[in-house]
């Protein structure tokens, strides 16, 4: 299970998630999944471009 590297809580990860991912996670931040220097998947806020998500 990876953590919100923002709020330190349990994100459900599904166990098909490619890197370039985005989640949108509980405390509102969206999440970047990305393959760290090990290769394995983790998470980091998505910095990029601001897009209207609407709803
Ligand atoms: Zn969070």
Redesign the pocket.
């Given at each position: 299970m990876l953590k919100?590297?923002?709020?330190?809580?349990p994100?459900e990860v599904p166990d098909d998630a490619m890197p370039g991912e985005l989640i949108e996670?509980?405390?509102?931040?969206v999440?970047e999944v990305y393959r760290d220097s090990n290769g394995n998947l983790a998470l980091r806020p998505f910095e990029g471009v601001q897009e209207d998500w609407g709803e």
């Open positions: 919100c590297p923002v709020c330190g809580n994100v996670h509980d405390c509102g931040v999440l």
